[in-house]
């Protein structure tokens, strides 16, 4: 168990979102724009196009200082934000994954250094070889991709690794394969989006070439994503499926991936077919912008769904080991905190807080809420998923019977010894504004 990361009214979730999903453009994009390049750089080689070198020129060092920068922060982001407010999961994963974040770290490094080399060798070195520079750098990218999408489907079906806890059963699991083929054909269609609009920014001829393979790479990528979106969502475990079918939420963001993929799907084709009007700086980056709204719809949808662990079939979305582990020799703690209290078994709680007393039911209470609950939910009024907005009014009576029969599928179960469970239905009645237990209703629980 580790210390409670708080952030007041927006969340760890919130901003843990925020970050991972803003990564994904700068990540997709600087894995799929160079395969896009090599193409483009065939073509002015073997046509002897220099206006198109002119572009490739411009593309690379935007990719170069988008992506490299605001990815580079970015994703120190996310293992920052992660550390903090999943401390135990990042735990796992990298006791399960370390040398393959170890392996990925190789082909990013690989990926930097082919970058600057292709970049500052424009026409100062033989064409051809320059051109394998930025293949090397395009399957690098990609190979990167492929290491991490293991990690990232694990934690959505970890598979057979719940019974091995072998690092390859968890890695090759239920939804590998289909969101390794979503995310390589949606590289694609992000590297489109981002080519048109550098190439809303020339005057040359090479413009009306630019603006067809952007929308033709794009529709593409769209196109096959819909099939492996198709193919990833019949991958789903039952308990996703209900949450995607029963969450209000998680059903808006799923429409409102699907309405923005059909806008987009529009753009790419009138790109395609050679629409000029539809090839500027500002099109294009508003264009930009309905991409990011279609991956904050698709990314909210896969967090919500594996609700409500971190890790399923394993880990609670709060931390606490909810299932036994026997190929690593860990045992489920829900049963152990039911019977013996999470208070008494948690660590970092001060001593005169392991045992609730008529003096600090109030202040145990307040421990138990944010261990148990501030992994999805704020405190304070006005928040994403505010507890004082959902719970408004509600009385510590009526609290306790909640918490004592959570039955969503996509909360986990409170865990905790009876005075325990009161304590917490009273602190919640306290963040609720409505009428608290007393003392005595509080440590007389069973």
């Not at 750089?41 to 198109?52: F, G």
Request: aromatic content about 14%; glycine content about 10%; some cysteine.
């Amino acid at each position: 168990m580790y210390p409670i990361f708080e952030i007041p009214v927006v969340g760890g979730p919130i901003l843990m979102a925020a970050i991972a999903t803003f990564h994904i453009l700068p990540s997709h994009l600087a894995t799929g724009a160079f395969w896009m390049t090599y193409f483009i750089e065939r073509k002015a080689i073997q046509e002897d196009r220099p206006e198109l070198l002119e572009f490739l020129k411009k593309f690379s060092l935007s990719i170069l200082i988008f992506c490299f920068v605001t990815g580079s922060l970015t994703g120190v982001g996310i293992w920052f934000a992660a550390t903090v407010i999943s401390p135990r999961a990042i735990s796992g994963l990298i006791h399960t994954y370390v040398w393959g974040w170890a392996t990925e770290w190789v082909f990013f490094v690989i990926e930097i250094v082919a970058i600057y080399v292709y970049y500052y060798t424009f026409g100062k070195i033989a064409p051809k070889l320059h051109l394998r520079i930025g293949f090397i750098y395009a399957v690098a990218a990609w190979l990167s991709m492929v290491i991490i999408t293991g990690i990232l489907g694990f934690m959505m079906t970890p598979g057979k690794w719940l019974a091995t806890g072998g690092f390859f059963d968890g890695f090759f699991n239920p939804t590998y394969w289909p969101q390794l083929c979503f995310r390589t054909a949606m590289m694609f269609a992000i590297a489109g989006t981002y080519a048109a609009v550098i190439a809303g920014a020339m005057k040359n001829g090479g413009r009306d070439t630019i603006r067809k393979i952007s929308g033709r790479w794009g529709l593409g990528g769209l196109a096959a994503a819909g099939l492996f979106a198709f193919w990833y969502y019949h991958s789903l475990p039952t308990n996703a499926m209900e949450n995607l079918q029963s969450i209000a939420y998680v059903e808006i963001m799923y429409k409102l991936a699907i309405v923005i993929a059909v806008v987009m799907a529009i753009y790419f084709f009138l790109l395609a077919i050679g629409q000029g009007r539809f090839v500027n700086v500002w099109v294009g980056s508003l264009m930009m912008v309905v991409l990011l709204a279609g991956v904050v719809g698709g990314e909210s949808t896969r967090e919500f769904v594996r609700r409500p662990y971190l890790i399923p079939g394993y880990m609670y979305s709060n931390q606490i080991i909810g299932h036994d582990f026997d190929a690593r020799s860990i045992s489920s703690e829900v049963e152990r905190f039911n019977s013996k209290g999470l208070l008494a078994s948690h660590p970092l709680v001060p001593t005169d807080l392991k045992a609730i007393t008529e003096e600090n039911y109030l202040k145990t209470g307040e421990i138990l809420v944010k261990v148990e609950c501030l992994a999805c939910h704020t405190l304070e009024a006005g928040g994403r998923n505010s507890l004082a907005d959902i719970l408004d009014g509600i009385d510590a009576e009526s609290a306790y019977y909640l918490l004592e029969d959570l039955e969503r599928t996509y909360m986990p179960p409170f865990a905790g010894a009876g005075p325990e469970r009161r304590a917490a239905a009273n602190y919640l009645a306290v963040v609720a504004g409505g009428e608290t237990g007393t003392a005595d209703w509080v440590v007389a629980g069973e």
